[in-house]
């Protein structure tokens, strides 16, 4: 009969599963009424019970599944209470069709990091902004992210009632990304999209020195990233620390597969080994096309204020 599929695609597959059951927690702990918010640093850097669970039920399903794998995620909790129905053992039937990469064909396990963000757009979800909220699952090998997926647990929110709820979108390296519609953004306009909640001086000096048609505010990394592979923005620009590894991973994976790219402020790409500190202190650059175009007009003092 056929070979079981390599292990990287079974990952992606349980991470599908798994992102999709966090979306149900997601909406869940927003319909119940209570979001159970704690502050972390500040009024800017929230947590919910939606990202304590769902970060539970990521974490747990996937070390479940693959012991050996190194899981990482956003917030510092205790792994030893995860109760049975927070565990997802489903896995992407879709995806475990797919050949995988030839590249990526021998990995064992213990090669794998996955990056998580139970709930990437935190303040925009106690704010009710739902279309900016996601779930991130990245996956990296050898430092890089390779493979991603992003559940939007709100995505169609506004279509009223009956509309079905949610998407999730993913992608392999050398395979492509699936669950939107790949679209480039209008022709000679430079839409940029940016922080909401974390703006500063240098964030917008960076803007306008690109003297931008339109400027587009949302919450979360993975919801800028979709912005750019839907056609709604040419550049993602975040001239600031704050993002982190788990922000990026999943996000870099999927618009590095259709032919994007992104690396901080001063074109440095991001290393995501299990190593590595969790901050990209030199903030984000990211396009789906004309990269080049962006990164030649980024001013030299706001490179040079931005230590990686």
Same mark, same amino acid.
């Given at each position: 009969g056929m070979a079981s599929? *390599?292990?990287?695609?079974? +990952?992606v597959a349980s991470a599908y599963s798994v992102a999709e059951k966090a979306a149900t927690i997601v909406r869940s702990v927003m319909s119940a009424g209570d979001l159970g918010i704690v502050e972390k640093? !500040?009024?800017?850097?929230?947590?919910?019970?939606?990202?304590? %669970? @769902?970060?539970?039920?990521?974490?747990?399903?996937? *070390?479940?599944?693959?012991?050996?794998?190194?899981i990482i995620g956003e917030?510092?909790?205790?792994?030893?209470?995860?109760?049975?129905?927070?565990?997802?053992?489903g896995q992407c039937?879709?995806?475990?069709?797919?050949?995988?990469? *030839?590249?990526?064909?021998?990995?064992k396990e213990e090669e794998l990091v996955i990056w998580v963000d139970p709930l990437d757009g935190t303040k925009e979800y106690t704010e009710g902004l739902l279309d900016h909220v996601t779930v991130l699952i990245g996956i990296a090998y050898g430092g890089k992210a390779i493979a991603g997926v992003i559940n939007q647990p709100y995505y169609n929110y506004e279509a009223?009632?009956?509309?079905? %709820?949610?998407?999730?979108?993913?992608? +392999? %390296?050398?395979?492509?990304?699936? !669950?939107?519609?790949?679209?480039?953004?209008?022709a000679g306009k430079h839409i940029i999209v940016t922080t909401r909640s974390h703006s500063s001086a240098?964030?917008?000096?960076?803007?306008?020195?690109? $003297?931008?048609?339109? +400027?587009?505010? +949302?919450? =979360?990394? !993975? $919801?800028? @990233?979709?912005?750019?592979?839907? =056609?709604?923005?040419?550049?993602?620009?975040?001239a600031s620390p704050g993002c982190k590894k788990w922000d990026t991973c999943a996000p870099e994976a999927i618009l590095h597969a259709v032919g =994007?790219?992104?690396?901080?402020?001063? !074109? $440095?790409?991001?290393?995501?080994?299990?190593? @590595?500190k969790h901050m990209n202190s030199a903030g984000v650059l990211a396009t789906l096309r004309n990269y080049d175009y962006y990164a030649s007009r980024i001013p030299n003092n706001v490179k040079e204020s931005l230590v990686p």
């Open positions: 599929p *390599a292990l990287l695609m079974r +990952v640093a !500040g009024p800017n850097d929230l947590q919910t019970k939606a990202d304590r %669970l @769902v970060q539970k039920s990521i974490c747990a399903s996937l *070390a479940r599944k693959f012991p050996k794998v190194t917030e510092d909790l205790p792994t030893d209470d995860v109760t049975e129905d927070l565990i997802e053992d039937e879709e995806i475990l069709k797919k050949p995988c990469p *030839a590249q990526y064909t021998g990995i009223g009632a009956g509309a079905v %709820l949610g998407r999730t979108i993913w992608g +392999v %390296l050398g395979i492509g990304a699936f !669950g939107f519609q790949l679209t480039e953004a209008p240098l964030v917008n000096e960076c803007i306008g020195a690109l $003297n931008p048609d339109t +400027v587009i505010r +949302v919450g =979360g990394a !993975g $919801n800028k @990233v979709i912005q750019l592979i839907e =056609g709604k923005a040419s550049a993602y620009i975040f =994007g790219k992104i690396t901080d402020i001063r !074109g $440095n790409s991001f290393q995501y080994n299990k190593e @590595v």
